[in-house]
């Protein structure tokens, strides 16, 4: 073999060496031009993994969802979901019949009959809450030509307080016992049974991760056979996992009764951006304010006008790729792992609480540096000793990482 051949093959294999190396190294990962942003990219893919204070499923599977997107030319496309996703198209390109199928998919699994369902892909859990509350609110005023009185527990999430104010609505908070659930005795106390009642229920509050007893304050209710009742749900997180455990029935309308509820599509379900699901029942919508509007060829009972076609591609496109066994699994898998964080932090006399069903865990905060390291959600409550920090394990929350944090805990 001449040295010429030799220095080619050898210049080959280098080459091949090199294209393997950037393949697994990244080092051929898109630059931008921008070093500040390309910085921010590398840094938040590095951290993703160590996100344990915030309710954000981050083992996201949509990476063949985009490479399907551009491959269609999509990327090029003003998409706009506008409007009621049952009603007569507009002149707006949408997604709308995608929407109709990840609705029908999911209000049996929340107990709404097909025939009887009304919702959307909604832009987040707030503007479900939003969605719930408004409509709550206007079902309520037609129905009855009374202005309602809106109950909160005094742990559900801050938007449900900042959209009451937002509508001008009255709100009563409601106290919550030291877990963090409404308390029926409390509902009792501030109920005004001469105006009809608009009440949301958290399934999962903020911080403590606290589920209200549906059926106990629902008996409060039924004291007062004469006042109109709404019951929104808001389910942001919890409504995502619970459906796929043996606790399905907790967010169950045909178990629990409630008219309307908000579910987030960017905490258990996966999207990579804010957004979520609102159900409500057909009845509940045709009692909504009436606004004709031509160029949108309908009437538009929703608060918002557009409304983002591509989450509901990306909802439609996890409910085939993922679905009901895949998200069963993880499911399940996220309240053993919570379980089995709770069993190390106990081992360690660490002192920490869980509610029962909640994949949250709130606990005695430890030092600034493993708070910033984990990222996470701080809170005080006295009853439990002054500064807390929780956790909230979701799908990327492995046993490795686990007890990673358990080792930096005893350190410290």
Same mark, same amino acid.
């Given at each position: 073999? @001449? ?13 091949? %060496? ?49 490479? /399907? ?7 090029? #496309? ?82 449900? %307080? ?53 059926? %106990? ?51 258990? $379900? ?7 699901? $609102?159900? @409500? ?28 076609? #591509?989450?509901?591609?990306?909802? /439609?496109?996890?409910?085939? +790729? #993922?679905? $009901? ?45 493993? #708070? =910033? ?6 809170? =005080?409550?006295?009853? $439990?000793?002054?500064?807390?920090? +929780? ?6 929350? @492995? ?14």
């Amino acid at each position: 073999m @001449t040295k010429k051949k030799l220095f080619a093959i050898l210049l080959v294999i280098v080459v091949a %060496a090199f294209v393997v190396y950037c393949i697994f190294a990244h080092c051929g990962a898109k630059k931008s031009g921008f070093a500040e942003l390309d910085a921010w990219a590398e840094d938040v893919v590095d951290r993703k993994l160590s996100q344990l204070g915030y309710p954000v499923n981050q083992d996201i599977q949509l990476k063949e969802f985009y490479e /399907w997107y551009l491959a269609n030319d999509l990327e090029i #496309v003003g998409l706009n979901n506008a409007g009621d996703p049952y009603s007569k198209e507009s002149g707006l390109l949408s997604s709308h019949q995608f929407e109709r199928e990840v609705l029908d998919y999911f209000a049996p699994i929340y107990g709404f009959d097909k025939d009887e369902v009304w919702g959307m892909v909604s832009q987040s859990g707030t503007d479900g809450n939003n969605h719930g509350i408004y409509f709550g609110a206007n079902y309520l005023r037609n129905k009855t030509g009374k202005e309602p009185v809106m109950y909160v527990s005094d742990e559900a999430h801050y938007s449900n %307080a900042r959209l009451a104010d937002l509508q001008n609505l009255e709100l009563r908070f409601v106290k919550s016992d030291d877990m963090g659930r409404m308390i029926p005795e409390e509902l009792e106390k501030v109920l005004d049974p001469t105006r009809p009642c608009l009440i949301v229920y958290a399934m999962g509050s903020t911080f403590k991760g606290a589920i209200d007893d549906q059926k %106990a304050l629902n008996a409060v209710l039924a004291k007062h056979p004469d006042m109109p009742v709404f019951r929104h749900v808001d389910a942001a997180l919890f409504g995502g996992y619970l459906p796929f455990t043996k606790h399905k029935d907790m967010v169950n309308r045909k178990v629990l009764h409630f008219e309307s509820i908000a579910i987030s599509g960017h905490k258990f $379900f996966g999207m990579d951006e804010p957004a979520g699901l $609102f159900l @409500t029942t057909r009845d509940v919508y045709d009692h909504q304010n009436k606004y004709d509007i031509a160029y949108l060829n309908e009437d538009m009972k929703m608060i918002n006008c557009s409304r983002s076609a #591509v989450n509901v591609l990306k909802f /439609w496109w996890l409910m085939k +790729h #993922v679905g $009901f066994d895949k998200w069963s699994e993880q499911a399940n898998e996220m309240l053993e792992m919570t379980d089995y964080l709770k069993a190390e932090m106990d081992k360690i006399h660490w002192p920490n609480w869980k509610n029962d069903m909640s994949n949250t865990i709130f606990f005695k905060r430890p030092s600034p540096e493993v #708070v =910033k390291k984990y990222s996470l959600a701080c809170n =005080k409550d006295d009853r $439990f000793g002054g500064d807390l920090s +929780h956790i909230v394990v979701m799908q990327h929350v @492995t046993k490795e990482k686990v007890n990673e944090l358990i080792q930096d805990l005893q350190k410290k």
